[in-house]
């Protein structure tokens, strides 16, 4: 007779993926009229493939949550507990696509490569690749879940291979001197003109050389994020159009190894902000800085996926939660920081192309959030924002296929004749979502007139995707309240 029930709530048995690393996720329920002699805070153990080794998990609430990294083809995973187990057979195997994301570490002409760290990380060149193609997997699960979330699959963008050098002509003291728009179009123009240029690829991208300027650093002075962010040269958050673009001051917060992810996600030791960044939305730990420029990561790759903003989730500022989503535990933010308990976030965004952006490059616009952290899992999509994911171009392994996608503003009537699925009214200053609709069933809708809305700002941005991921762009008037 079974003591235990255990369940694996997020996958069936002989399902199939397209990414390396899969989160795991069940429970463990006790029949109360039974007696088990082993105690109910047992660890609950995992083994993949008949290997000899294995992974432990605490439950917490009765709850488990599992990394688990996938060999190619089928995969046996066995979950126990006690004297009972379950098992199942997941199968996974990369899609090669056109349309794919590159992982690059973006290194000056006189710079070593070897990013700011301390004396006991590696810091090199392949340790930074390491750290980021880990972390674009890790990435890559996030969408998936996210998407499956909304019942609409675990379609996840491709990658296009591991992290690759990409050797800048730009010195590291021009770099240094650049801010993070300046930076941005300056990485962005010469990827345009490298032998990685490409229409059908966006890129995720770190600049080596940020450096964290520590001599600068008076505890009564600096009291705000943007202090310290003022004092670190190099750094940039910032992604649209086919590039996203990072500082590598908090790398070394990030694991070079598989083994290590859910440690370095729950290490509680406090940030030394006399020699390092503190980025870690004033958790002021280690683990909270991994959280916190991993989940910026995945809000500025979405930009490149045409998401705007959205007053919560990881379109809003629910990123900082981002270790919520591998983790059972609530260690990320167990040290609280000196710092208020406030962020003001300020991200410059353009929605256009990047070839459009770099033609373009006076035009800048500042998105500006003050939220307080809370300790909620708010790492969630809008509804509209996981629709445009599911049918993005850059999520699906279709041939390429025309339509014909219009709004006429005269009468705010849009149409598409392949269907739309995502309609967004979006604030221009801020590319905030104001209002959204979507249609994702089976029926298709070919046409949609925009009903009456009253929003302060008259000036907005109308945003379309129909089903074979074509997109609309337009500003256009709306009614003042």
Not at 76 to 83: D, E, G, H, P, R
Not at 217 to 232: A, G, V
Not at 265 to 282: A, G, H
Not at 288 to 294: P, V, Y
Request: glycine share 6%.
């Amino acid at each position: 007779m079974n003591n235990h029930n255990i369940k694996i709530s997020n996958f069936s048995n002989a399902e199939t993926v397209t990414y390396p690393i899969i989160k795991l996720t069940g429970s463990v329920q006790f029949d109360a009229n039974i007696f088990c002699g082993i105690s109910k805070d047992k660890r609950v153990i995992l083994h993949q493939n008949d290997q000899n080794t294995s992974t432990s998990s605490d439950l917490v609430d009765n709850n488990f949550k599992f990394l688990v990294q996938l060999s190619n083809g089928k995969n046996l995973i066995t979950v126990q507990y006690c004297c009972e187990s379950v098992s199942v057979v997941l199968e996974y195997f990369p899609v090669v696509s056109e349309n794919s994301v590159i992982p690059l570490y973006v290194i000056c002409e006189d710079h070593d490569g070897c990013f700011q760290a301390p004396a006991w990380e590696s810091n090199t060149v392949e340790s930074a690749c390491r750290r980021i193609s880990l972390a674009s997997k890790l990435l890559q699960c996030v969408t998936a879940e996210k998407l499956y979330e909304h019942g609409l699959g675990r379609k996840t963008f491709g990658l296009d291979g591991d992290c690759r050098v990409f050797r800048s002509s730009t010195s590291t003291q021009q770099a240094r001197n650049m801010g993070q728009m300046e930076l941005w179009e300056s990485v962005g123009r010469e990827i345009m003109k490298s032998s990685f240029a490409s229409e059908c690829k966006k890129y995720l991208a770190f600049l080596s050389c940020t450096k964290y300027r520590e001599d600068k650093y008076d505890e009564d002075i600096i009291k705000t994020h943007d202090d310290l962010i003022s004092i670190t040269d190099g750094y940039v958050a910032l992604g649209g159009g086919g590039l996203a673009l990072f500082g590598t001051a908090c790398l070394y917060t990030w694991p070079e190894n598989f083994d290590d992810i859910i440690a370095k996600f729950e290490d509680t030791t406090p940030v030394n902000r006399n020699q390092f960044l503190d980025d870690s939305c004033y958790r002021g730990t280690l683990g909270g800085c991994f959280s916190t420029t991993l989940g910026s990561v995945l809000h500025e790759l979405f930009h490149t996926f045409d998401l705007g903003h959205t007053e919560d989730g990881i379109m809003g500022r629910g990123f900082d939660n981002i270790y919520k989503v591998f983790t059972l535990s609530n260690k990320s933010g167990d040290n609280p920081s000196a710092f208020p308990v406030k962020i003001e976030f300020k991200e410059e965004f353009e929605a256009d192309s990047l070839v459009e952006r770099l033609k373009t490059e006076n035009k800048k616009k500042e998105f500006t959030v003050i939220r307080k952290f809370e300790d909620v899992d708010d790492t969630v999509l809008s509804r509209s924002c996981a629709v445009i994911l599911c049918y993005h171009k850059w999520f699906n392994q279709t041939p390429k296929q025309s339509s014909l996608l219009s709004f006429d503003p005269s009468n705010k009537l849009i149409k598409s004749t392949s269907g739309i699925r995502v309609v967004e009214v979006r604030s221009i200053d801020r590319e905030l979502v104001l209002n959204s609709w979507v249609f994702d069933g089976r029926i298709l809708k070919f046409s949609f007139q925009l009903p009456r809305i009253e929003v302060a700002d008259e000036n907005c941005l109308i945003f379309v995707e129909d089903t074979v991921g074509c997109i609309l762009k337009e500003k256009f008037k709306t009614d003042r309240f």
